[in-house]
C-alpha cells in the first residue's frame, strides 16, 4: 500500500476490498449449510519483498486460512514460495510472469493471462494495421523491457510473433532489444538508442511509476512515433495526471480487463458496485484483486469446508462463471495453475477515453494503429 507499488496497489486493494464487503452483506460463506463469517486481514508490505515474505509468515502464524497475493510479479515470487512450503492456497490476482507457475508449485493459483500472450495480442493489432496498409513494411521496432521475468516474457512474446515465420521475418525488424532495471529514473540514454535506431514503434514493457518516468521524458525529447506501447500500462488516470495534457493520447495498451465489458451480467454487477463504493470507473488492477477473491470464495464453497487440502484440489478442478474476456476462470494444471484467456488491447484517445481496439469481436473503436500526430 506504501513504496513503489502503492499506486497500483492501492487499486488492486480496492477490488479486493469489494468483494469482502460484498461478502459480509450476504452474512458470509455458505458452508455446511449455514452462513460463516469471514475477515480480511491487510497489511502492507511496503513494495519490499522481504516484508512481503515476513508478512505472509506472520498471518499464517496468526491463523490466516487462506492467502491473497501482493501486487507485483517481484513480490509475488518470493512470498508464493513461502505459501507453497507452508501448503497454504495462494491466490495470486497480480503475477502474469510464466516462471512463476513452472517451479512445480500446489498452492499456487494465477488469475493473470502470460505476459507473452500480452505482447502477442499487441503485436497482432499491429499486424492487421500493416497488411492494411496502415503502417510500413517492413516496421522497424525498439523492443525494450525491464529486467525482470515479467520484462523477460514479453520480450519473448515479441520475439515470438516477429520471427516466426518468413513472411513476419521480412515484415517486422527488431533494431533495438535492451533491458532496464525496475524503478529506473533516468531514461534518456535509452531513449536516445531508441532515437538513433529509427524505430517506427517503441514496444516497452514497464510497471506503472517506469510507464510514467519514461514517457514524461519521451514526450520532452520531442521523439514522435507511430506506436508507443508500455504493455498493460496506458490508460491509467495517475499517468493522465502526472504527464502533460494530452500526453497519453494514441498509446496502445493490453489489459487483462476493461470496464467496456460491464455492459451485462457480473461484469455490470461488478462495475457498479464499484463505482457506487469508490465513485469512480475499475480498471483492470481491482478487477483482478476482486476476481482472485471470488475465485477464492467459490472454491472453499465447492469444498464446503475450510479445510486447505479440499480448498486447494476445489481450486484446481475450478470452472467458474466470471468478469474475465471469454466469461470463465479455470486454473488449468497443464499451465501450472495459471489462467489462460485473452488480452483485450485499447488506445488512448485525445477526448480521454481509451476504447477497445482488439480483438474485433469485442472492440468498440477501431482505433488509430498510426498516431496521426507523427510523421
Known amino acids: 500500500m506504501t513504496g513503489s507499488e502503492s499506486k497500483a496497489g492501492n487499486m488492486y486493494k480496492d477490488g479486493i476490498q469489494l468483494a469482502f464487503d460484498q461478502l459480509s452483506a450476504a452474512g458470509g460463506l455458505q458452508i455446511g449449510g449455514q452462513r460463516v463469517p469471514v475477515e480480511l486481514r491487510l497489511l502492507d508490505d511496503e513494495s519490499k519483498g522481504e516484508n512481503a515474505t515476513k508478512l505472509v509468515e506472520k498471518l499464517v502464524q496468526e491463523g490466516a486460512d487462506f492467502l491473497i497475493s501482493t501486487y507485483s510479479t517481484a513480490l509475488v515470487e518470493p512470498q508464493s514460495a513461502v505459501a507453497e512450503r507452508l501448503r497454504v492456497p495462494y491466490l495470486a490476482g497480480a503475477a502474469s510472469a510464466t516462471p512463476l507457475y513452472e517451479r512445480g508449485f500446489k498452492y499456487l493459483f494465477g488469475l493473470q493471462s502470460p505476459v507473452d500472450e500480452l505482447a502477442n495480442a499487441l503485436l497482432r493489432y499491429i499486424d492487421d494495421a500493416q497488411r492494411a496498409g496502415k503502417l510500413p513494411s517492413p516496421m522497424r521496432l525498439a523492443l525494450v523491457w525491464e529486467n525482470t521475468s515479467h520484462g523477460k516474457d514479453f520480450r519473448s512474446g515479441v520475439h515470438e510473433f516477429a520471427t516466426k515465420t518468413p513472411s513476419r521475418r521480412s515484415s517486422y525488424q527488431i533494431v533495438l532489444d535492451e533491458s532496464f532495471e525496475l524503478n529506473t529514473k533516468d531514461f534518456k540514454p535509452l531513449l536516445s538508442r531508441v532515437q538513433s535506431a529509427k524505430a517506427h514503434a517503441l514496444l516497452a514493457d514497464a510497471h506503472l511509476p517506469d510507464y510514467i518516468a519514461m514517457h514524461k521524458q519521451y514526450l520532452a525529447s520531442g521523439m514522435c512515433l507511430k506506436i508507443v506501447t508500455y504493455g498493460a500500462r496506458g490508460s491509467e488516470k495517475e499517468a493522465v495526471a502526472a504527464l502533460p495534457p494530452h ?84 486454473f488449468p494444471k497443464e499451465y501450472g495453475y495459471q489462467a489462460r484467456y485473452l488480452f483485450l488491447v485499447q488506445q488512448n484517445q485525445p477526448d480521454g477515453t481509451s476504447p477497445i481496439v482488439f480483438p474485433k469481436i469485442a472492440a468498440t473503436n477501431p482505433g488509430s494503429p498510426a498516431n496521426p500526430n507523427c510523421n
Request: no cysteine.
Open 247 to 330: 500526453g497519453t493520447d494514441y498509446v496502445l495498451s493490453a489489459v487483462w480487463w476493461n470496464a467496456q465489458l460491464g455492459a451485462k451480467g457480473l461484469n455490470k454487477d461488478f462495475v457498479d458496485a464499484f463505482k457506487a463504493k469508490y465513485r469512480r470507473t475499475p480498471e483492470w488492477y481491482p478487477a483482478m484483486g476482486y476476481e482472485a477473491s471470488r475465485a477464492l470464495f467459490t472454491a472453499i464453497e465447492k469444498a464446503g469446508s475450510s479445510d486447505r487440502e479440499r480448498v486447494r484440489e476445489a481450486l484446481a478442478n475450478l470452472k467458474m462463471e466470471s468478469i474475465v474476456p471469454g466469461g470463465y476462470l479455470m
